[in-house]
């Protein structure tokens, strides 16, 4: 019973270390993609947004993507930007807590509503190993396999080499609680 009970408790412990080392994918827009016709602001509504997570915006030519500042968001300023992409596959890393604000480069959409700002939460994960490779604002995701014509909402990732980690120190606490036990 005791190595039942002990069993359990590791599991339980492996599992909720796994969920905190998620990170999710948005893909704005989900399967309308960074488009005029998406009503940006209820995709946006049921969303947290957390340091760890990545926006993926999908597009066509006849659009791009911009970080800006609050005040330019606010007046579809497309002249002052933080940083811009055109390639109709852009990510941004939500690397810190905070608002970001997106906009359309085209104006005239901007003001017709296509824009995103998100307010980012600070993530109660561990943080990954020193050195590990961060996601980089503004970098490309390859395209969309042909594979399947509904794209996923959210991908989590799970750091394998913590996983391993906390498996192995469970084991050893295992052993040792067991000759712990048997010393008696």
């Known amino acids: 019973m005791g ?3 002990l069993l359990l408790i590791t599991a339980a ?6 969920l905190r080392c998620s990170a999710t994918v948005y893909t704005v827009g989900d399967s309308s993609g960074w488009d005029i016709s998406t009503n940006i602001d209820s995709w946006s509504n049921d969303k947290t947004f957390s340091t760890g997570d990545t926006l993926l915006f999908q597009y066509s030519q006849y659009h791009s993507v911009s970080e800006v500042t609050e005040g330019n968001y606010q007046g579809c300023n497309t002249t002052n ?5 055109s390639n109709g ?3 941004f890393a939500l690397t810190s807590p905070g608002e970001r604000y997106f906009i359309c480069g085209n104006r005239l959409h901007c003001l017709g509503g ?3 700002h998100v307010h980012v939460v600070e993530n109660q994960t561990v943080p990954g190993p020193v050195g590990a490779p961060s996601a980089q604002p503004g970098g490309s995701l390859p395209p ?3 594979k399947s014509d509904e794209p996923s909402n959210s991908v989590s990732f799970v750091n394998p080499a913590s996983v391993e980690a906390l498996v192995l120190s469970s084991f050893a606490s295992i052993h040792l609680i067991k000759f712990k036990v048997f010393e008696f």
């Open 89 to 91: 596959n852009t990510t």
């Open 13 to 18: 412990i492996l599992l909720l270390h796994c």
């Open 81 to 85: 930007v933080l940083q811009s992409s």
């Open 144 to 146: 969309r396999s042909s």
């Open 114 to 116: 296509m824009k995103l």
């Open 3 to 5: 190595n039942n009970l």
